[in-house]
């Protein structure tokens, strides 16, 4: 969760951002979320997404962040953050004790993905997923042609100082998904300008041309 | 005023404030199983009360704290001892905010306690004053809220011990509370408070002035064994850095050692100092009793059935925990402990840790972090009752 890419460092991201002002897969996020339900958001940053929720949707917004001075400027606006680790803390939450657990740009960054979905499906009862697609075609074409890792706009991590160790593609995670027994109710892509498409979870094209996919994911 | 003069118990009728007669109809209930009541409680305000009474804020002190938050102190003419905190524009804004200050039952500040007259025998209660807890002060600041017409305190919030009634406010009268700020402070006291608050109560009982606790009618005053009660607390409430860096080994208006046990050092001046400044504004029995109560706390135990998520179980009160990385006392996996409990429970909670190297004594001191994470908190929170349809707490309302 360290270090998430682009999650909360951009320019121009400002906490009183009006509605169509957060970045493009936040907002999609944000509109997963059904107003007046009660959600978690799993390395919220310095909480963008939860003052979005809180002030636009009417939900109520909790937040877990691992970096304090993250968890410090979230709190100093008035939002519901503590301070821990997804992968040690999500176990004290009680069972689905939240419509929809948020993980948003955070997947990379866990040591145990496969056991942090499985807690956030215990938690939620829906789960929302959001992350780099490494099978977008820019990555492809990168590592095709230069034979060196993808180093993401959004961070400037070289493969070996990266804190993002669990990297995938569309594809990858719908495996998961599949053998862990999670449904995948909706599927988005969002493209290098922001433009947001539903796509199929199984398109090798949404594989191909998806920057960045939003998962909406549920237990039947 | 002018600081009381030794050997007498500060004349308490005569402190700036208000007193009130609280458990007149119906005793208070201590723990011990003693009735107590009718008794004065004496509380200091700060701000207005607005008309929908909805912007109160109690503020519950620590052991040797008291009603006088900000502002000149009448006893000591110090500050008030969180006057960082409360006042216009501070984080505890008094032009927002109706923010009272109460001296908890076994104080020695006005409000019952061993230093005042038990009208039983006539004299000073000195130990016929009951053991109480930490339950037992709540339940007394609740007779207080009622009396001032208070439905739902905006917030109940304090430091160390003022933590730990933060936290029992909420679980007691969760109804009557909307936020609970519980700072430096811990579920239960730990194994090795108790073990410090013995040695401090053990200082004072050997002390002969103490009198068996009567040292009040044999006109003594053990200030030599409240002294080094405070001395002893006095190094648990800083850090081994601030310490260091406060005083280091250097000596005190001396440039070798006197090969005695004069003050040699400068930090064992400071600790002497604080000591006798301790015993003019404090009374040992208080030390006693309130320390006791502090031991006897154990939240999960008390009200959870020995699981502290249990006693949280369906809270509606918004919480926000704050540690300090240097506070060796209340450290800050005691907070995490808590927020774990409240995450169990599906608590509105905020969690933050600050920066300090200061030790315990972090949650009195002006930390501009510190300070701006807690009026935001205030601020979402008032918000959240806008939009929930209650008038917002502000000063006119």
């Given at each position: 969760?360290?270090?998430?890419?682009?999650?909360?460092?951009?320019?121009?991201?400002?906490?009183?951002?009006?509605?169509?002002?957060?970045?493009?897969?936040?907002?999609?996020?944000?509109?997963?979320?059904?107003?007046?339900?009660?959600?978690?958001?799993?390395?919220?940053?310095?909480?963008?997404?939860?003052?979005?929720?809180?002030?636009?949707?009417?939900?109520?917004?909790?937040g877990?962040?691992i970096?304090?001075?993250?968890?410090?400027?979230?709190?100093?606006?008035?939002?519901?953050?503590?301070?821990?680790?997804?992968?040690?803390?999500?176990?004290?939450?009680?069972?689905?004790?939240?419509?929809?657990?948020?993980?948003?740009?955070?997947?990379?960054?866990?040591?145990?993905?496969?056991?942090?979905?499985?807690?956030?499906?215990?938690?939620?009862?829906?789960?929302?997923v959001?992350?780099?697609?490494?099978?977008?075609?820019r990555?492809?074409?990168?590592?095709?042609?230069?034979?060196?890792?993808?180093?993401?706009?959004?961070?400037?991590?070289?493969?070996?100082?990266?804190?993002?160790i669990?990297?995938?593609?569309?594809?990858?995670?719908?495996?998961?998904?599949?053998?862990?027994?999670?449904?995948?109710e909706?599927?988005?892509?969002?493209?290098r300008?922001?433009?947001?498409?539903?796509?199929?979870?199984?398109?090798?094209?949404?594989?191909?041309?998806g920057?960045?996919?939003?998962?909406?994911?549920?237990?039947? | 005023?002018?600081?009381?003069?030794?050997?007498?118990?500060p004349?308490?009728?005569?402190?700036?404030?208000?007193?009130?007669?609280?458990?007149?109809d119906?005793?208070?209930?201590?723990?011990?199983?003693?009735?107590?009541?009718?008794?004065?409680?004496?509380y200091?305000?700060?701000?207005?009360?607005?008309?929908?009474?909805?912007?109160?804020?109690?503020?519950?002190?620590?052991?040797?704290?008291?009603?006088?938050?900000?502002?000149?102190?009448?006893v000591?003419?110090?500050?008030?001892?969180?006057?960082?905190?409360?006042?216009?524009?501070?984080?505890?804004?008094?032009?927002?905010?109706?923010?009272?200050?109460?001296?908890?039952?076994?104080?020695?500040?006005?409000?019952?306690?061993?230093?005042?007259?038990?009208?039983?025998?006539?004299r000073?209660?000195?130990?016929?004053?009951?053991?109480?807890?930490?339950?037992?002060?709540?339940?007394?600041?609740?007779?207080?809220?009622?009396?001032?017409?208070?439905?739902?305190?905006?917030?109940?919030?304090?430091?160390?011990?003022?933590?730990m009634?933060?936290?029992?406010?909420?679980?007691?009268?969760?109804?009557?509370?909307?936020?609970?700020?519980?700072?430096?402070?811990?579920?239960?006291?730990?194994?090795?408070?108790?073990?410090?608050?013995?040695?401090?109560?053990?200082?004072?009982?050997?002390?002969?002035?103490?009198?068996?606790?009567?040292?009040?009618?044999?006109?003594?005053?053990?200030?030599?064994?409240?002294?080094?009660?405070?001395?002893?607390?006095?190094?648990?409430?800083l850090?081994?850095?601030?310490?260091?860096?406060?005083?280091?080994?250097?000596?005190?208006?001396?440039k070798?050692?006197?090969?005695g046990?004069?003050?040699?050092?400068?930090?064992?001046?400071?600790?002497?100092?604080?000591?006798?400044?301790?015993?003019?504004?404090?009374?040992a029995?208080?030390?006693?009793?309130?320390?006791?109560?502090?031991?006897?706390?154990d939240?999960?135990?008390?009200?959870?059935?020995?699981?502290?998520?249990?006693?949280?179980?369906?809270?509606?009160?918004?919480?926000?925990?704050?540690?300090?990385?240097?506070?060796?006392?209340?450290?800050?996996?005691?907070?995490?402990?808590?927020?774990?409990?409240?995450?169990?429970?599906?608590?509105?909670?905020?969690?933050?840790?600050?920066?300090?190297?200061?030790?315990?004594?972090?949650?009195?001191?002006?930390?501009?972090?510190?300070?701006?994470?807690?009026?935001?908190?205030?601020?979402?929170?008032?918000?959240?009752?806008?939009?929930?349809?209650?008038?917002?707490?502000?000063?006119?309302g």
């Amino acid at each position: 969760m360290d270090d998430t890419p682009g999650r909360d460092g951009r320019p121009g991201q400002a906490a009183s951002a009006a509605p169509g002002e957060i970045r493009a897969d936040l907002r999609l996020v944000a509109d997963l979320v059904a107003p007046g339900t009660r959600a978690l958001d799993v390395g919220c940053g310095d909480g963008t997404l939860l003052h979005y929720l809180n002030q636009f949707k009417g939900v109520d917004g909790r937040g877990l962040e691992i970096r304090q001075e993250r968890v410090n400027a979230s709190v100093s606006r008035g939002l519901s953050v503590v301070q821990g680790n997804a992968e040690t803390d999500l176990r004290n939450y009680p069972s689905q004790a939240f419509d929809y657990v948020i993980l948003s740009q955070t997947l990379q960054a866990i040591h145990d993905p496969r056991g942090v979905l499985e807690e956030l499906l215990r938690i939620g009862k829906h789960a929302i997923v959001s992350f780099t697609n490494f099978g977008y075609w820019r990555f492809r074409l990168h590592l095709a042609c230069s034979g060196r890792m993808p180093v993401t706009d959004s961070k400037d991590h070289e493969w070996f100082d990266t804190p993002n160790i669990h990297l995938c593609t569309i594809r990858d995670f719908v495996t998961l998904c599949d053998a862990l027994g999670i449904t995948v109710e909706r599927c988005f892509s969002v493209r290098r300008g922001g433009q947001t498409r539903r796509v199929r979870p199984s398109s090798a094209l949404a594989n191909l041309i998806g920057e960045q996919a939003v998962f909406l994911l549920g237990r039947e | 005023m002018s600081a009381p003069t030794k050997p007498q118990t500060p004349n308490t009728a005569e402190l700036p404030g208000y007193r009130v007669e609280l458990g007149v109809d119906e005793p208070l209930h201590l723990d011990c199983g003693v009735p107590l009541g009718p008794f004065t409680m004496a509380y200091q305000t700060y701000g207005r009360l607005n008309e929908a009474k909805s912007n109160a804020i109690l503020v519950c002190h620590a052991l040797t704290g008291d009603q006088f938050l900000a502002g000149d102190h009448p006893v000591t003419g110090k500050k008030g001892w969180w006057d960082v905190m409360v006042g216009p524009g501070k984080a505890l804004d008094t032009d927002r905010y109706f923010v009272i200050g109460c001296n908890l039952i076994g104080g020695c500040m006005g409000t019952v306690g061993p230093t005042e007259i038990n009208p039983a025998k006539d004299r000073p209660y000195a130990l016929d004053f009951p053991v109480i807890t930490i339950g037992d002060m709540v339940k007394a600041q609740k007779l207080l809220i009622d009396h001032l017409g208070i439905g739902r305190l905006f917030c109940v919030i304090g430091g160390s011990m003022g933590g730990m009634q933060a936290l029992d406010w909420a679980v007691r009268y969760p109804e009557r509370v909307f936020t609970a700020v519980p700072i430096a402070t811990a579920a239960r006291t730990s194994t090795q408070n108790i073990a410090f608050h013995e040695v401090g109560r053990q200082a004072i009982m050997a002390d002969p002035d103490w009198c068996g606790g009567n040292y009040l009618i044999e006109g003594k005053r053990p200030h030599r064994g409240l002294a080094v009660a405070r001395m002893g607390a006095h190094i648990t409430y800083l850090s081994e850095t601030a310490l260091h860096r406060r005083f280091g080994r250097n000596l005190q208006d001396r440039k070798n050692f006197t090969y005695g046990f004069e003050a040699d050092f400068q930090v064992e001046s400071y600790l002497r100092h604080q000591g006798v400044a301790f015993v003019d504004r404090f009374d040992a029995n208080t030390y006693l009793i309130i320390t006791r109560a502090m031991d006897y706390f154990d939240l999960a135990e008390e009200h959870g059935g020995g699981v502290l998520a249990e006693a949280f179980q369906g809270t509606e009160v918004r919480f926000c925990l704050i540690s300090f990385t240097s506070d060796w006392m209340f450290p800050t996996a005691e907070s995490r402990g808590l927020v774990h409990a409240l995450n169990a429970a599906a608590a509105n909670v905020s969690f933050v840790e600050i920066e300090s190297d200061q030790g315990h004594d972090s949650f009195l001191l002006d930390i501009p972090e510190y300070h701006k994470i807690l009026s935001g908190f205030l601020a979402g929170a008032a918000d959240h009752l806008v939009r929930c349809g209650t008038k917002a707490p502000s000063a006119d309302g």
